[in-house]
C-alpha cells in the first residue's frame, strides 16, 4: 500500500524531501535558542564576577534574534513545502484514481459501489493528505528535536538529563496505552462513518424513490441511528484521548519539581549554575512536546491507514479488458456470430448467466429479442461490444473475433442504448453530441427526428438548447429514452441494440421510431430488446431468451408456430387483457 501510494507523489518529490529537511533545520536552530540564554545568565548577567556584562549580553542577544529569525524561515518555508506536497499528492491520488476508473471495465466497476468510490475520491484523499502532511512535517522534526534536546541536556547536566529520559519512557508507555485504546475507537469510527456515507448517498440519489414510498421517516430513523453510533464511538474514542493532557500535565509538572529540587541541590553545591538549569527546563518543555506530538503523528497515521488502503486498491485495480497488441480499427460489417458462449459475471464461481450460445447473425438483419426478466437478455447484447468478456467461446462481429478490434472503434461501431440509461447535465445538443462529438446541430436533428425526439425538442421553449438537469429529472421517461436513441443514431453505427429501450414510450410512436429507423438505416443490423410483442414481431427474426439459453429463434410465424414460450406470451399480449396503452396515441 505504502509502495502503491509513494508512486504517485511523482512531481512533488522535491518538496517532499525539502519539507523535513527545513522542519529539521527549524529544530536546530531553535535548539541552540535556550544554550544562548543558559549563556546569557551565566556569562552577561552572572559573569565578571558578578559585575555583569553588557556586550556580551547585547552580542547574545544578536546571535538569538538571528536564529529567531532562521528558525522562523525555516519553519515556514517547512510548511509551505508541507502543503505543496501534501495537496500535490492529493491531487494526484485524485487524478490517478479517477483515470483509473475511467479505464475499467464493467466488471471492474462491478467491484466497488458508487459511494465507496466517492468516499475513495474524497474523504480518503483528505485523510491520506493531511496525514502525509503531518508525517513530513512532524515525523522528522519532533524526533530529532527531541534527540538533539535530550543530548544538549546531557551534555549540560547527566544527573538532570536521566530525570528527562525516565520522564520520556514514563510519557511514552502512558501515550502509547492511550493512543493504542483510542486508535481501536477511531478506525471502528471510520468504519461507520462509511455506513453513513452510504446510507445518505443512497437516499440522497433516491430521494424521489424514498419519496414515492413514504419512507422519509424510516430513513430520516435510519440516518439518525447511523449518526448516533458515530456519536457514541467518538465519544467512547475521546474519553480514552482525553487522558492525554492530565498525563501530560502530570508528566511535566512532576518533572519540573524534580528538575527544581534536584537542580536546586546542584546549584547549591556548586554543580550547575542557574544559566544552565534555565536552558535544562526549557529542554524539558520541548522534549516532552514534541513526544506528545509523535503519539499524534502516530494516531493520525493509523487512522488514515484505513483510507490508504482503500485508495490503493482503486489505484492497483488494472482493467479486465485490454486492447490487443495490435488492435483492428475497421469493422467490416454487421454481422454477428455467437460460438459456443459460455459467461458469467464472476469469473469461476460455478453458475454461468449465459450457456452454450450460438447464434450466426447476418449484415443488416433486425433481431428481436424477447424473454423473461433474468432470462440474460442485456447480457447477451454486452457482450457484442465487450463490455464483458466471455468464459468460453467466441464473439465475432464483422467476422473478426471482438478481442481482436481496438476497443474505442468497435464500441463506435457497436452502438448500445443502455436498459438502464443516463443523461447527463448540459443542453439537449451537448447530450446528443455524447454520440459524435463532431456533429452538425442538422445532423443531430436529423437524428432526433428518426427517434421521434423531434417533436418534444422542438416544443421546448429554448428547443435544442434547453438546459438537461443532472441525471435528466427534467425530462419524462420516454422522452429521456428518445433522447437516448438519437444520441445513439449520431454514432453511425454497423450494429444498433436497443435494451428495452423503448420500453416508457406508447406503442404507436415505438411503431413509428421502428419504422423510420428500417427506411433510413436499413444496412445496419438491429437487436431490439422488449417486452411487447408488438416492437419485435415484424423483426427478420426473433431470439427468445430463457434462463440464460436461447429456446427459440426464427420469424415471428415459425415461433408462432413452434415455440411454446413465444405463443404463451403472444396470446398473453393479444388476447382480452392486450396492451392497453395501444389507445393512448402518439403524443406524450
Ligand atoms: N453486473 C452484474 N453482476 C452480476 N450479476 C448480474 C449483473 N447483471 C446482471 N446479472 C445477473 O445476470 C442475470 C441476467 O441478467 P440480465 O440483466 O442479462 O437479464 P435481462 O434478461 O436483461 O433482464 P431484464 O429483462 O430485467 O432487463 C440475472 O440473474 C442477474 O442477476
Ligand atoms: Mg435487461
Not at 529544530?27 to 544554550?35: G, M, N, Y
Not at 520541548?286 to 503523528?297: E, K, R, T
Request: some cysteine; proline content about 2%.
Amino acid at each position: 500500500m505504502f509502495r502503491t501510494l509513494a508512486k504517485h507523489v511523482k512531481n512533488y518529490k522535491l518538496a517532499s524531501v525539502l519539507t523535513p529537511l527545513f522542519m529539521v533545520l527549524e529544530v536546530i536552530f531553535e535548539t541552540i535558542i535556550p544554550l544562548c540564554m543558559g549563556w546569557i545568565v551565566k556569562y552577561g548577567i552572572e559573569g565578571n564576577d558578578g559585575a555583569g556584562d553588557m556586550d556580551y549580553i547585547l552580542k547574545m542577544g544578536g546571535i538569538m534574534t538571528v536564529l529567531v529569525i532562521l528558525a522562523f524561515i525555516s519553519g515556514i518555508l517547512g510548511a509551505a513545502f508541507g502543503s505543496i506536497a501534501s495537496c500535490g499528492l492529493g491531487k494526484n491520488l485524485r487524478k490517478d484514481m479517477y483515470s483509473n476508473i475511467q479505464s475499467f471495465s464493467f466488471s471492474n466497476i462491478d467491484k466497488f459501489s458508487t459511494s465507496g468510490l466517492i468516499t475513495r475520491l474524497t474523504t480518503d484523499v483528505t485523510n491520506v493528505q493531511n496525514a502525509y502532511q503531518m508525517l513530513l512535517r512532524m515525523a522528522f522534526r519532533a524526533p530529532v528535536s527531541m534527540i538533539f534536546a535530550l543530548v544538549m541536556s546531557f551534555l549540560v547536566s547527566v544527573k538532570i538529563a536521566l530525570i528527562y529520559l525516565a520522564a520520556v519512557i514514563f510519557l511514552g508507555i502512558g501515550l502509547s496505552i492511550i493512543m493504542i485504546n483510542a486508535r481501536k475507537y477511531f478506525s471502528r469510527v471510520f468504519e461507520k462513518y462509511d455506513d453513513l456515507n452510504e446510507t445518505i448517498q443512497e437516499n440522497v440519489n433516491a430521494i424521489r424513490v424514498v419519496k414515492a414510498f413514504v419512507r422519509e421517516d424510516y430513513e430520516s430513523e435510519e440516518l439518525k441511528k447511523a449518526a448516533g453510533n458515530i456519536y457514541k464511538m467518538f465519544v467512547k474514542a475521546e474519553n480514552v484521548v482525553i487522558w492525554n493532557s492530565p498525563l501530560m500535565q502530570f508528566t511535566m509538572f512532576g518533572t519540573m519539581l524534580l528538575i527544581s529540587w534536584v537542580g536546586a541541590h546542584l546549584v547549591v553545591s556548586h554543580e550547575l549554575d542557574t544559566g544552565d538549569l534555565l536552558t535544562l527546563f526549557t529542554y524539558c518543555l520541548n522534549i516532552l512536546g514534541n513526544l506528545m506530538m509523535l503519539s499524534f503523528v502516530f494516531v493520525m497515521l493509523t487512522l488514515s491507514a484505513a483510507s490508504g488502503r482503500r485508495i490503493a486498491e482503486v489505484l492497483d485495480e488494472k482493467t479486465e479488458l485490454e486492447n490487443p497488441p495490435e488492435p483492428v480499427y475497421d469493422v467490416k460489417d454487421g454481422s454477428v456470430e455467437f460460438k459456443n458462449v459460455n459467461f458469467s459475471y464472476k469469473k469461476g464461481t460455478g453458475k454461468n448467466v449465459l450457456n452454450n450460445i450460438n447464434l450466426n447473425i447476418k449484415s443488416g438483419e433486425t433481431i428481436g429479442i424477447i424473454g423473461g426478466t433474468g432470462s440474460a437478455k442485456s447480457s447477451l447484447v454486452s457482450l457484442i461490444n465487450r463490455l464483458y468478456d466471455v468464459n468460453e467461446g467466441e464473439v465475432l462481429v464483422g467476422g473478426l473475433n471482438v478481442k481482436e478490434y481496438d476497443m474505442e472503434s468497435l464500441r463506435n461501431q457497436v452502438s448500445v442504448v443502455l436498459q438502464k440509461n443516463v443523461l447527463f447535465a448540459g443542453s439537449v445538443l451537448d447530450n446528443l453530441r455524447w454520440g459524435n462529438p463532431d456533429a452538425t446541430e442538422e445532423e443531430c436533428i436529423e437524428a432526433c427526428k428518426l427517434a421521434c425526439a423531434d417533436d418534444f425538442i422542438s416544443a421546448f421553449p429554448e428547443g435544442y438548447n434547453t438546459k438537461i438537469e443532472q441525471g435528466g429529472t427534467n425530462v419524462s421517461g420516454g422522452q429521456k429514452q428518445r433522447i437516448c436513441i438519437a444520441r445513439a443514431l449520431l454514432k453511425k453505427p454497423k450494429i444498433l441494440i436497443f435494451d428495452d429501450s423503448t420500453s416508457a414510450v406508447d406503442t404507436a410512436t415505438d411503431a413509428r421510431i421502428r419504422k423510420s429507423l428500417k427506411e433510413a438505416i436499413p444496412g445496419t443490423t438491429r437487436f431490439i430488446i422488449a417486452q411487447r410483442i408488438s416492437s419485435v414481431q415484424d423483426a427478420d427474426r426473433i431470439i427468445v431468451m430463457e434462463n440464460g439459453e436461447v429456446n427459440g429463434f426464427g420469424t415471428h410465424d415459425e415461433l408462432l408456430a413452434n415455440n411454446a414460450i413465444y405463443k404463451e406470451v403472444f396470446e398473453s399480449q393479444t388476447g382480452a387483457n392486450a396492451d392497453f396503452d395501444e389507445s393512448k396515441g402518439g403524443a406524450n
